[in-house]
C-alpha cells in the first residue's frame, strides 16, 4: 500500500517488492551520520522491542545511512527501499533525521504504540528524493499565560520533529507569568512566576469572573538545558522570547523599580496589553543585561526573541525620564523611543554573538541593525522589512494563530476568537506577492502560534496545534505546486491513525460538512460539501438529526421557506462527524441583489456581501464565523435592491461588541429610500444604545412604507479610547445579517 507521507515529498515513486524488517538487518552508517543511525535504532527498540546489530557481515539485508556531499540542500536527502536494503543519503545530520522521519511513515501505526513488539514489518519499495522549501520551519507555544509541563514540552518537540518542522519559539515571559529561572533576581521565580487568579470565561463576558486561585510556575535552569538538549537531539532549534518593553507586567510585579512610576503592581490575571511596561533607565538596561546573560548560554541557537510587541506608551508620555531621553538622543516621539530600547539591546545581544526577532512593531521608529522581523499583523511588516534588506519570518494572524477557532460547530472549546479552518492555513503562501524576486531570498519560512490565553491543558494545547500544525508544516516544507488540498485531507485522514497511537487530542474536522445557502436559478438553495470525497452526506429538514437512513444529499437542496437542515457525512455503516446545522430564516431581502463599500477585511470576509442577505444569522458567541463580516476603522454603505416595489415594516441587523478585541459597535446608524408612494427620499439617524454586551441589537421601525431599494450608512466608532486594550487604533466593525420584513 503507497504510504500517504506529510509533507508530500519533492519526488516519490513506488516500486514492486517490500523490504521485510527484522531483527536480522544489519545497520551501517558513515561516521558523519552515526548519531542519527543510533536514533533510529533506538527508536526501533522502543518501538519494536529489538535494535539491529552494527555492520554485521552476515545479514544479507542492510539500512545504510550515507553522506553524499552531492546533495545540495543541507536538510535535503534521498530514500531508497529496495527488497535486499535500505538507503538514507545525505549531506548533514540533519537531512538523514528527516529522511528517517520519512520512513517512520512506511511503518504501520500501530508500531507508535509498541503494539507489534517483536514483530516484522514490511516496507514498501520506494525511492524519494526530498528537501524543504524553506530554512524556517517553526511552530511556537506560550507557556506564559498558562504552564506546561517539561514531559509535555518535549511531546510537542517531539511532534514537531515528525513534521520536519525545524523550530521551537518558546514563550517565556508576559505580563501573565515569568516563566524562566534567573539566579540573580529571585523574585522572578518567588513573585513573577505566580498570579493570584485567573479569569474565567472569555475577556469578553460581562461581569468579567475569576476563579481565587494562585497559579503559576517556571522552568529551572537544568530543565530548560535538559529540553533544550531533547530538541538538539531532534534538529529543533529552541528560540525563548523574552518580551520587551511592553507585557512586562509580571517582572515589574517583582521589582517595580524596573517600571516608570516605580509603584507597586501585581501579576496580571485577565489578559490582553497592559500600560505598564519597562522603562528605559540605566537600572532597566541592566536588569535585561543581567538576564539575557543567564539566558543566552541556555540556547545555542543563533537567535534571542526580544518581542517587542504590543507596547503601550502611556506610562512613557508621562514619563520625566523617558520626554528627557528623548530629548538626548534627539528621538522624534516615544516610537522613536522604543526604537532606541530595541537597537541598545540587539547591540548588547550581538555583542553576546546572537541575533535578534522581534514581533513586527520593532518597525516602528526605526529598525534595529540586524534584526530579524516576526510579521504577525498581516504581511505588510515582512514586506517592509524584506524591501529593506531584513530576514522576515511570516506568522500573520490569517493564516498562523492556532488559537482561533477552526470549525463553526456550536461545542468547540473556548477560544480567543477569530476563524482559522485547516484548509486555510493550508491555503498560505509564505511569500508575499509584493516581493520582487531578489527579495524572496529575506523570507526565511512561516511559523505558527499558540497562544495559550484560553488554552488550559496539554490536551487542549493538541486539540488546537494539531492538525493545523501538520498543515503548516506542509506549507513549510513542500513545493507548493505539490501541494492539493484534497490530497492532503486523504493522508492527513491516515496520519490521523499515527497521533491516535500516539494519544494526541488532535481535532479531527475532516468529516465535518461545509454548508451554505446560494442563489441557483433565482432559487434559494441548501450547497452542501465535505472534503473526503469517497463518503455520502445524508441529511433531514425536520429538525431531527440524520441517521443511516435519512436522505441521500445528491444535488443543491431547493429552500421554500423558513428550514433548519441538519447533515452529517456516512460511510457505509456509521455517522463519522458531527451533526452540521444550518437555520435559514426567511425575509424580504434574501435573494436581493446587495453592493457594500467598501469591502470587509480579508480576514473576516465571512460569506461576503451576500452573506449580509442569506437569511443566515452569526454565531452569538464568535465573530469570525462565515457570517459576520469585519471592518478596520471604515465607514460602511450597503445598498439593497430589490426586484420590485417591496413593502417594509422593519430592517434588523445586530453588531459584535468586543472591546478587549478592539470590536465596537457604532455609535449610529443610518438608513435612506425611496418612498414609492411619492418619490420622496426619507432619512432616519438612529443612536445605538452603548452598553456592556457582547451583541448590540438595533431594529428600524418603518411601519409599511413601500420603496426599491433602502440604504444603510454605519459610521465607524472611530479611535478606541486611552485605558482601553488597543488605544489609539481604529476600532473594528463587525456586522450581522440584515433582516428585512
Known amino acids: 500500500m503507497r504510504p500517504h507521507i506529510i509533507p508530500i515529498p519533492n519526488e516519490f515513486s513506488m516500486n514492486e517488492g517490500v ?36 555492520r554485521d557481515k552476515s545479514s544479507t539485508k542492510t539500512i545504510n545511512f550515507i553522506r553524499d556531499t552531492q546533495i545540495e540542500n543541507d536538510e535535503g536527502y534521498e530514500l531508497i527501499i ?41 516496507l514498501q519499495n520506494a525511492v524519494i528524493k526530498d528537501a524543504p522549501r524553506f530554512v524556517y520551519r517553526g511552530m511556537h507555544l506560550d507557556v506564559s499565560r498558562h504552564f506546561f509541563s517539561v514531559a509535555f514540552i518535549k511531546k510537542y518537540i517531539d511532534l514537531l520533529s515528525q513534521l520536519k518542522m525545524n523550530t521551537f519559539h518558546w514563550h517565556l515571559t508576559d505580563d501573565q507569568g515569568w516563566r524562566i529561572e534567573i539566579k540573580k533576581y529571585p523574585k522572578l521565580q518567588e513573585v513573577a512566576a505566580f498570579r493570584e487568579e485567573t479569569l474565567i470565561g472569555h475577556y469578553n463576558d460581562f ?34 522570547e523574552i518580551e520587551m518593553p511592553g507585557h512586562a507586567q509580571a517582572a515589574i510585579a517583582a521589582y517595580p523599580e524596573l517600571g516608570c512610576t516605580r509603584k507597586n503592581i501585581n501579576v496580571a490575571t485577565k489578559w490582553g496589553v497592559f500600560e505598564d511596561i519597562y522603562c528605559p533607565t540605566e537600572e532597566t538596561f541592566t536588569f535585561l ?15 534571542i526573541h526580544i518581542g517587542g510587541d504590543e507596547a503601550p506608551k502611556t506610562r512613557w508620555k508621562a514619563c520625566e525620564h523617558c520626554q528627557e531621553l528623548i530629548q538626548k538622543e534627539n528621538l522624534e516621539d516615544e516610537h522613536g523611543l522604543q526604537s532606541y530600547f530595541i537597537a541598545r539591546m540587539e547591540k548588547y545581544i550581538n555583542s553576546k554573538g546572537k541575533e535578534i526577532i522581534g514581533w513586527d512593531e520593532i518597525l ?17 511588516g515582512a514586506v517592509e522589512a524584506a524591501k529593506s534588506g531584513h530576514n522576515v519570518i511570516l506568522t500573520p494572524t490569517s493564516h498562523c494563530y492556532f488559537d482561533y477557532y477552526q470549525s463553526d460547530n456550536a461545542n468547540e472549546p473556548l477560544a480567543i476568537g477569530g476563524y482559522l479552518p485547516l484548509e486555510k492555513v493550508y491555503s498560505f503562501n509564505p511569500i508575499p506577492k509584493e516581493l520582487t524576486k531578489a527579495q524572496e531570498k529575506y523570507v526565511l519560512g512561516a511559523q505558527g502560534n499558540v497562544w495559550t490565553e484560553y488554552i488550559t491543558s496539554p490536551e487542549h494545547v493538541e486539540y488546537m496545534a494539531f492538525p493545523r500544525a501538520i498543515a503548516m508544516a506542509e506549507v513549510t516544507w513542500s513545493n507548493p505546486f505539490k501541494r492539493d488540498y484534497q490530497d492532503f485531507a486523504y493522508r492527513l485522514s491516515h496520519f490521523h491513525k499515527r497521533l491516535d497511537a500516539q494519544n494526541v487530542n488532535y481535532a479531527n474536522h475532516l468529516y465535518e460538512i461545509e454548508g451554505e445557502i446560494v442563489k441557483k436559478d433565482q432559487q434559494m438553495v441548501f450547497d452542501l460539501q465535505t472534503i473526503i470525497r469517497d463518503k455520502t452526506i445524508r441529511y433531514t429538514t425536520d429538525e431531527t438529526s440524520p441517521i443511516i437512513s435519512s436522505s441521500i444529499y445528491t444535488q443543491p437542496i431547493p429552500i421554500e421557506k423558513s428550514t433548519i437542515l441538519k447533515a452529517a457525512v456516512f460511510d457505509e455503516k456509521e455517522k463519522l462527524g458531527r451533526d452540521f446545522t444550518l437555520t435559514f430564516n426567511s425575509h424580504k431581502a434574501v435573494g436581493a441583489t446587495i453592493s457594500l463599500q467598501p469591502k470587509p477585511s480579508k480576514a473576516y470576509a465571512g460569506s461576503g456581501k451576500e452573506g449580509l442577505i442569506n437569511g443566515i444569522s452569526g454565531s452569538d458567541t464568535r465573530y469570525g464565523d462565515k457570517e459576520w463580516l469585519g471592518f ?30 478592539w ?21 432616519q439617524i438612529n443612536q445605538l444604545q452603548q452598553k456592556d454586551s457582547t451583541l448590540i441589537p438595533h431594529t428600524f421601525q418603518l411601519n409599511g412604507i413601500t420603496t426599491k431599494y433602502i440604504e444603510i450608512f454605519i459610521p465607524n466608532y472611530g479611535t478606541i479610547p486611552e485605558g482601553r486594550q488597543g488605544a489609539g487604533n481604529k476600532a473594528w466593525t463587525f456586522l450581522d445579517e440584515i433582516i428585512v420584513r
Open 663 to 683: 470590536i465596537y459597535a457604532p455609535k449610529e446608524i443610518g438608513i435612506s429610500y425611496v418612498n414609492a408612494e411619492d418619490d420622496r427620499t426619507l432619512h
Open 364 to 380: 516602528e521608529g526605526g529598525l534595529a541593525p540586524n534584526a530579524t522581523v516576526m510579521s504577525w499583523r498581516g504581511v505588510n
Open 632 to 661: 478596520l476603522g471604515k465607514d460602511v454603505t450597503i445598498i439593497i435592491e430589490f426586484d420590485n416595489p417591496t413593502e417594509i415594516n422593519t430592517i434588523s441587523t445586530r453588531f459584535y461588541n468586543a472591546n478587549g478585541q
Open 207 to 240: 461581569p468579567q469572573q475569576f476563579d481565587g486561585k494562585k497559579y503559576g510556575g517556571f522552568y529551572t535552569q537544568e530543565e530548560v538545558k535538559d529540553i533544550v538538549q531533547y530538541a538538539a537531539e531532534r534538529y529543533i532549534t529552541v528560540i525563548p
Open 82 to 122: 529496495d527488497s535486499s536494503s535500505i538507503t538514507i543519503k545525505a549531506k548533514t545530520k540533519k537531512g538523514a533525521f528527516y529522511a528517517f522521519q520519512t520512513l517512520r511513515q512506511f511503518f504501520p501505526p500501530s508500531m507508535e504504540n509498541s503494539m507489534l513488539l517483536n514483530s516484522e514489518i514490511s
Open 19 to 54: 523490504f521485510v524488517l527484522d531483527n536480522k538487518v544489519s545497520l551501517h552508517a558513515d561516521e558523519d551520520l552515526v548519531a542519527v543511525a543510533e536514533f533510529f535504532n533506538k527508536y526501533l527498540k522502543e518501538k519494536l522491542g529489538y535494535s539491529l546489530k552494527l
Open 289 to 303: 543585561e543581567n538576564v539575557l546573560d543567564e539566558v543566552m548560554p541556555l540556547f545555542p541557537g543563533k537567535y
